[in-house]
C-alpha cells in the first residue's frame, strides 16, 4: 500500500501582493503564482481576489489526493485559533473576516490561517534553518521586525495567539518612541527604517562624508535601511558603524530573549537578513554582555532558508498543525 | 481495587537553610521540618545535612507506597536534566555535584532537582494560584527577582535548563549595573535591594522627611526593602512613591513578557509578592502602555498560594514530571 504524502497550498497575503504556491510534505515549493492583492476593496472583492489567485494553481478536485490543505500566512492582529482576521492595519478590507471558514467552505478543504512571522517560524522550523532543533526563535527583520517562537513543531501561540511578538520587547523604556506607542521597542532601534532615521540623526548631527547621502542622490529624506546597507557593501565607514549599531542593539535584546527562552537556535530571515548575516559573529561576541546564560555563545545564529518564498512556505507549514490534528 | 495516590518529599535548599515535607498529590504539605544549611562546609558534609534534615521525615521503607519521590528546589546554575548541582555562588560547598543521583541512591528513590524559581513556579501551576490555566508566568520578588515559564503543566527549561530567567531581561540598557553584569535588569529596578537603593539615591538628593530613615535609625545604609515597605504601610509618602515607581517599572518590564509569551496568569510570589498585592492594580492600568497585545489587562495579576513554604511546594512539584515519565 502507498501512503500518500500531504499535500499544501501556501497563500501569502500582504498588503499589496497575494502569492501562493503548492508545497509538498518537505517544504518544497512546486509551482507559484502572485498577483497584486485588493486590500483597500471591500472583504468580498478582497477575497475574490484571493479566491482567483489560490484557482490558478489549484488542482482539481479528484486530482487533490486525501491530505490536501490550505493554509494562509497574512499580517495581524487575527485569531489563529477561530481562524478570524481581526483588524490588521495593512489590510483595511478585512474586520473580522472569517478567513479560513471561507477558505473552507470555498475549496471545500481544511482551510487555517496565522500570522506572517509565526507562519515564516514555522517553516523554518520544520523545513529551514531549525529543521532538527527544539525550540525556534525566529526574526524577520526588514521595516518591521516580526518574531515567531516554535517549541516541538508548533507554534507557540499564547493565551490569544498573540504571543511572539518579541519586536516589541522594549530594551529602553526612555529609547525612541516605537510605532506601536512604547519606547525604545527592538523594531525602532534596529528595522530598516529605525537604521535610516539613526543615519539621517547622524548626518544631521556630524555632517560627514559619506555614500549614504550620495545613493540617497543627496535628500536625507530618501535615505532608507537598504540604502545604508549598499553603502555598507561599498565599503563606507559611516554605514559600518550604523550597522555595527544595530549589530549591538540585537545583542541586547537577544540577551533578553536568551535569558528568557534559551531558544536552541536564532533564525534571522526578512529583507535585512543577507545583509545582517555578516553581523553574527559579532552579535554572537556581544551576546554574553547581555545574557546571564554562560553558554549563550553556543546558541547557532543562522540565516533563514526561505526568503521571498516565507510567506508561501509559512502558509503552508501552519498546515501541518491541522494535519498532526487529523492524524 | 484502590489505587494509591503519589507522595512527595519536596526539600528546599538555600544558602542558610534546608526545609523538607511531605507533601500529598493535592499540593498539601502534611508534615515539614527545616535546619541550617552547610553551604561553607564540604560537599560530603552539606550533602549529610541534607540526609538528616530528610530522614527526620522521610517514612521507613515499607510505609512509603509505590508512586514515592523526592524533589529538590536550590539555587541554579543547576543542570535539571542530569540532576546535577553546576556552581550556584550561594552553594560554595557543591560544584558539579550529582545531587539527583546521591539522593536516589541514599533512599533508593526517583529524585529530580530543578531550580527555586521554576520549581515554585511549577507549584503555582499545578497546585497554586495558577491552577487551571494552561501558560503560567511566575514571578519570586525579594532580594533578587526569579521567574519560571510553565506551560501545560511542564516547567519551559530551554535548551540548557537556562530558560526563564525573567528577571534578567533589560528594560533599560543604560540603566543601573545589576549584580550579573547587565544593565537594567528588572531585578536593579524593582527587587528588595533596588527599592532600598532607590530609597538612599532619592534621600541623599531631595533629602525629604520620610519615615523611611527613622525606622532605618537614622542610618541611609540600614535601608532594606522591607523597611521602605514598613514605611509605605505607615502612609508614608516618599514610600508610596518609590514603591509606585517599582510598580511602573515591572508594567513596563511585563509589557515585554505579555509581548513574547502571553501567559494565560502572572502571578507573584517571594518576600515583596505580598507588598506589591496592593500594586497590581495600578501595574494592570499601566499594561497597555508597555504592551502591544489589546487584551493585556484581562491577562489575571495574582498572589501566589505558596510563600515560605515555595521551595517545598516546588521541590514536590517538580517530582510530577518524573512521575508523568513514569506513567
Same mark, same amino acid.
Request: charged share 20%; glycine share 14%; aromatic share 6%.
Given at each position: 500500500?502507498?501512503?500518500?504524502?500531504?499535500?499544501?497550498?501556501?497563500?501569502?497575503?500582504?498588503?499589496?501582493?497575494?502569492?501562493?504556491?503548492?508545497?509538498?510534505?518537505?517544504?518544497?515549493?512546486?509551482?507559484?503564482? @502572485?498577483?497584486?492583492?485588493?486590500?483597500? *476593496? &471591500? !472583504?468580498?472583492?478582497?477575497? =475574490?481576489?484571493? +479566491? /482567483?489567485?489560490?484557482?490558478?494553481?489549484?488542482?482539481?478536485?479528484?486530482?487533490?489526493?486525501?491530505?490536501?490543505?490550505?493554509?494562509?500566512?497574512?499580517?495581524?492582529?487575527?485569531?489563529?485559533?477561530?481562524?478570524?482576521?481581526?483588524?490588521?492595519?495593512?489590510?483595511?478590507?478585512?474586520?473580522?473576516?472569517?478567513?479560513?471558514?471561507?477558505?473552507?467552505?470555498?475549496?471545500?478543504?481544511?482551510?487555517?490561517?496565522?500570522?506572517?512571522?509565526?507562519?515564516?517560524?514555522?517553516?523554518?522550523?520544520?523545513?529551514?534553518?531549525?529543521?532538527?532543533?527544539?525550540?525556534?526563535?525566529?526574526?524577520?527583520?526588514?521595516?518591521?521586525?516580526?518574531?515567531?517562537?516554535?517549541?516541538?513543531?508548533?507554534?507557540?501561540?499564547?493565551?490569544?495567539?498573540?504571543?511572539?511578538?518579541?519586536?516589541?520587547?522594549?530594551?529602553?523604556?526612555?529609547?525612541?518612541?516605537?510605532?506601536?506607542?512604547? @519606547?525604545?521597542?527592538?523594531?525602532?532601534? *534596529? &528595522? !530598516?527604517?529605525?537604521?535610516? =532615521?539613526?543615519? +539621517? /540623526?547622524?548626518?544631521?548631527?556630524?555632517?560627514?562624508?559619506?555614500?549614504?547621502?550620495?545613493?540617497?542622490?543627496?535628500?536625507?529624506?530618501?535615505?532608507?535601511?537598504?540604502?545604508?546597507?549598499?553603502?555598507?557593501?561599498?565599503?563606507?565607514?559611516?554605514?559600518?558603524?550604523?550597522?555595527?549599531?544595530?549589530?549591538?542593539?540585537?545583542?541586547?535584546?537577544?540577551?533578553?530573549?536568551?535569558?528568557?527562552?534559551?531558544?536552541?537556535?536564532?533564525?534571522?530571515?526578512?529583507?535585512?537578513?543577507?545583509?545582517?548575516?555578516?553581523?553574527?559573529?559579532?552579535?554572537?561576541?556581544?551576546?554574553?554582555?547581555?545574557?546571564?546564560?554562560?553558554?549563550?555563545?553556543?546558541?547557532?545564529?543562522?540565516?533563514?532558508?526561505?526568503?521571498?518564498?516565507?510567506?508561501?512556505?509559512?502558509?503552508?507549514?501552519?498546515?501541518?498543525h491541522e494535519e498532526m490534528n487529523d492524524r
Amino acid at each position: 500500500m502507498v501512503v500518500s504524502e500531504p499535500v499544501f497550498i501556501g497563500v501569502d497575503i500582504g498588503g499589496t501582493k497575494i502569492a501562493a504556491g503548492v508545497v509538498n510534505a518537505h517544504g518544497k515549493i512546486r509551482e507559484k503564482t @502572485r498577483a497584486p492583492m485588493l486590500s483597500q *476593496a &471591500s !472583504g468580498e472583492e478582497a477575497f =475574490a481576489q484571493v +479566491r /482567483r489567485v489560490v484557482d490558478s494553481i489549484m488542482p482539481d478536485g479528484p486530482r487533490r489526493g486525501p491530505r490536501f490543505y490550505i493554509g494562509v500566512s497574512c499580517p495581524g492582529p487575527l485569531d489563529p485559533r477561530r481562524g478570524v482576521i481581526i483588524n490588521p492595519p495593512n489590510l483595511p478590507c478585512w474586520r473580522d473576516f472569517p478567513l479560513a471558514q471561507r477558505i473552507s467552505e470555498t475549496w471545500s478543504l481544511p482551510a487555517v490561517i496565522d500570522n506572517d512571522a509565526n507562519a515564516a517560524a514555522l517553516a523554518e522550523a520544520v523545513w529551514g534553518a531549525g529543521a532538527g532543533f527544539s525550540s525556534v526563535f525566529y526574526v524577520t527583520i526588514g521595516t518591521g521586525i516580526g518574531t515567531g517562537l516554535v517549541f516541538d513543531g508548533r507554534i507557540y501561540h499564547g493565551r490569544t495567539g498573540a504571543a511572539g511578538e518579541g519586536g516589541h520587547v522594549s530594551i529602553d523604556y526612555n529609547g525612541p518612541l516605537c510605532g506601536c506607542g512604547k @519606547r525604545g521597542c527592538i523594531e525602532a532601534l *534596529a &528595522s !530598516g527604517p529605525a537604521l535610516a =532615521a539613526r543615519a +539621517r /540623526r547622524r548626518l544631521a548631527e556630524k555632517g560627514e562624508s559619506t555614500k549614504i547621502i550620495e545613493l540617497a542622490g543627496g535628500n536625507p529624506e530618501a535615505i532608507t535601511g537598504q540604502i545604508v546597507g549598499d553603502a555598507y557593501r561599498q565599503g563606507d565607514a559611516v554605514a559600518t558603524e550604523l550597522l555595527a549599531e544595530t549589530a549591538d542593539y540585537l545583542a541586547i535584546w537577544l540577551g533578553n530573549v536568551i535569558d528568557m527562552i534559551e531558544p536552541d537556535v536564532v533564525i534571522f530571515g526578512g529583507g535585512m537578513g543577507e545583509l545582517l548575516s555578516g553581523w553574527f559573529d559579532r552579535i554572537r561576541e556581544k551576546l554574553p554582555a547581555w545574557s546571564i546564560n554562560s553558554r549563550c555563545k553556543e546558541i547557532p545564529i543562522v540565516r533563514a532558508r526561505y526568503h521571498e518564498d516565507s510567506g508561501i512556505a509559512g502558509g503552508a507549514a501552519v498546515c501541518l498543525h491541522e494535519e498532526m490534528n487529523d492524524r
